[in-house]
């Protein structure tokens, strides 16, 4: 799901940048990872993983654990991409002070 930039797009955030987002909002949401997983067809175990970073999936997958919490997966992609922005802003500025 890494992809590389190019001109004039936005960059797709890591797959497990985008997990940490869904996770955020699972917990926010009150529901489990049985909930979820089962509204979008994965095992509660692949749903961990994803979420955790420890493997990675086809954008569809993603997609579907969104929609299973009632989120837009644009939406989330977007946080996450901007979530990926700061990060790198903050990185950028961290190494200019040094």
């Known amino acids: 799901m ?4 190019h001109s004039g797009k936005e960059m797709m955030p890591t ?22 997983a089962s509204r979008a067809g994965i095992t509660p175990v692949a749903l961990h993983n994803l979420e955790t970073g420890k493997s990675s999936a086809k954008s569809d997958t993603f ?4 929609n299973a ?19 790198r802003e903050k990185a950028r500025t961290e190494k ?3």
């Open 63 to 66: 997609e579907r654990v969104a």
């Open 15 to 36: 797959t497990s940048r985008l997990g940490g987002v869904l996770r955020r909002h699972r917990e926010r949401l009150g529901l489990s990872l049985q909930t979820v």
């Open 69 to 87: 919490m009632g989120l837009d997966y644009d939406i989330v992609t977007h946080e996450a991409a901007a979530e990926a922005r700061h990060e």
């Open 2 to 5: 890494k992809t590389k930039a």
């Open 96 to 98: 200019a002070v040094l």
